[in-house]
Structures are given as structure tokens and as C-alpha cells.
């Protein structure tokens, strides 16, 4: 009995001390109330990341066009005025070379020069900077406002894309290409380096 009862008085004991620890801490850090009686939800997150695919990729971006436009959007009513909405669009077009496509058929050399066929400068990014961009104004949109703004973004991405091949960006793809290409080469190589693109690049069709 006498060790039962010498038992029970250390397990007082020991939850007395762990008691006045809580309290001390709780006085330290402003709260008297230990945690698991402070009321407060903890709250955990799990995740599962499952890789679903890899992809060599192997195009090198060498130019990109940055693009603001005002667009203004309007649906035709039959009895009611016109849903109108005007936004204010920012968006960008890079071009690119997939350099993944050279094989080496495409090499040729000799004692001093390097000839590498290249391929068709690519389009590979036009796209809306929606952070950058926002509706600036709407008129009679009530239920058509989404309907509105998001066509109004689908027509601003196509001029994005149509401007940015009006204004020759792939012809500035090739143009910076053998100038960042060109000298890496010829180092690595010792040789003249000779970049040869195709006469006229595939333009892709507007979505």
C-alpha cells in the first residue's frame, strides 16, 4: 500500500510541475490559458503531388512583344439598348526556335566552317496579362457582363496574335537568334558558324 500510495503521490506531483510549466509559458508568451484549452482550431494541410508528365523541351524564347489595347465589346439586343463593355488589355507575344527539332542531318562542316539549318521561328506564346488588365466600364450588361468581358478577352488574345505577326515578330525571332546563337557557336566550335532558317516560316491559322 505504501508504494501505491508513493505512486500516486509522484503522479501528482509530476502534473503539478507540467501544470505551473504551462502557465509559466502561457505567462511568457501573453496567454494564461494553456493550448489545449485556448479555444483556437489548428489547422493542418495534406497534400499528394503526383507528377503526371515530363517534357523535354527545348525552345529557346528570343524576342517578346508587350501589348496594350482597348477593347471595346457590345452585344446587339433586338428590343433593349446594346450590352457594351470597354476593357483595358495588356498581354504579350514571344517568339521562339525549337531548337529540339534540329537533328543531325541538319549539320554540315568542314575544316572552318559550321553550317546548321535551323527551323522555322515560331510564334510559341500570345497570350492576356489578366493581373495587368481589367474591365474599365460596362453599359446595360446586367446578365451578359460575363458572357461580354470573357469574349471580349478571346478577341484582344487573336489581335494580340495577329498584331504581333503584322509587325514582323518572326522575323525578329531569326534576327536575334543568330545573334545570340552565332557567337556561342563559333566559341564552342572554333569555327564559322552559319545559320541558315527557312525562306518563308508556317504561320499558324488564328484560333
Same mark, same amino acid.
Request: proline letters at 4%; hydrophobic letters at 45%; aromatic letters at 6%.
Given at each position: 500500500?505504501?508504494? *501505491?500510495?508513493? %505512486?500516486?503521490?509522484?503522479?501528482?506531483?509530476?502534473? %503539478?510541475? &507540467?501544470?505551473?510549466?504551462?502557465?509559466?509559458?502561457?505567462? $511568457?508568451?501573453?496567454?494564461?490559458?494553456? +493550448?489545449?484549452?485556448?479555444? +483556437?482550431?489548428?489547422?493542418? #494541410? /495534406?497534400?499528394?503531388?503526383? %507528377?503526371?508528365?515530363?517534357s523535354s523541351m527545348g525552345k529557346l524564347e528570343v524576342v517578346k512583344y508587350n501589348f496594350k489595347d482597348v477593347v471595346e465589346? +457590345?452585344? &446587339?439586343?433586338?428590343?433593349? !439598348?446594346?450590352?457594351?463593355?470597354?476593357? *483595358?488589355?495588356?498581354?504579350?507575344?514571344?517568339?521562339?526556335?525549337?531548337? &529540339?527539332?534540329?537533328?543531325?542531318?541538319?549539320?554540315?562542316?568542314?575544316?572552318?566552317?559550321?553550317?546548321?539549318?535551323? !527551323?522555322? !521561328?515560331?510564334?510559341?506564346?500570345? @497570350?492576356?496579362?489578366?493581373?495587368?488588365? $481589367?474591365? =474599365?466600364?460596362?453599359? =446595360? &450588361?446586367?446578365t451578359d457582363e460575363a458572357k461580354l468581358v470573357q469574349e471580349a478577352y478571346k478577341q484582344a488574345e487573336k489581335q494580340i496574335?495577329?498584331?504581333?505577326?503584322?509587325?514582323?515578330?518572326?522575323?525578329?525571332? $531569326?534576327?536575334?537568334?543568330?545573334?545570340?546563337?552565332? !557567337? /556561342?557557336?563559333?566559341?564552342?566550335?572554333?569555327?564559322?558558324?552559319?545559320?541558315?532558317?527557312? /525562306?518563308? #516560316?508556317?504561320?499558324? @491559322?488564328?484560333?
Open positions: 500500500m505504501r508504494i *501505491i500510495s508513493w %505512486l500516486v503521490r509522484l503522479l501528482v506531483l509530476i502534473l %503539478l510541475l &507540467a501544470g505551473i510549466n504551462a502557465l509559466w509559458s502561457g505567462f $511568457k508568451t501573453g496567454s494564461w490559458l494553456p +493550448e489545449w484549452l485556448g479555444g +483556437e482550431d489548428k489547422v493542418e #494541410a /495534406m497534400h499528394t503531388v503526383v %507528377l503526371q508528365e515530363v465589346q +457590345e452585344i &446587339a439586343k433586338m428590343w433593349l !439598348p446594346n450590352a457594351k463593355a470597354i476593357l *483595358i488589355v495588356q498581354g504579350e507575344a514571344i517568339g521562339c526556335v525549337d531548337l &529540339a527539332k534540329i537533328s543531325m542531318e541538319d549539320i554540315t562542316s568542314d575544316a572552318e566552317t559550321l553550317v546548321i539549318n535551323m !527551323p522555322e !521561328p515560331e510564334l510559341c506564346v500570345f @497570350k492576356i496579362d489578366h493581373s495587368k488588365s $481589367k474591365v =474599365y466600364n460596362t453599359e =446595360y &450588361a446586367f496574335q495577329q498584331s504581333a505577326l503584322d509587325m514582323g515578330i518572326l522575323d525578329q525571332t $531569326k534576327e536575334n537568334a543568330q545573334k545570340i546563337l552565332t !557567337p /556561342m557557336l563559333e566559341k564552342a566550335s572554333g569555327k564559322k558558324v552559319v545559320l541558315k532558317f527557312p /525562306m518563308n #516560316a508556317k504561320v499558324d @491559322k488564328l484560333r
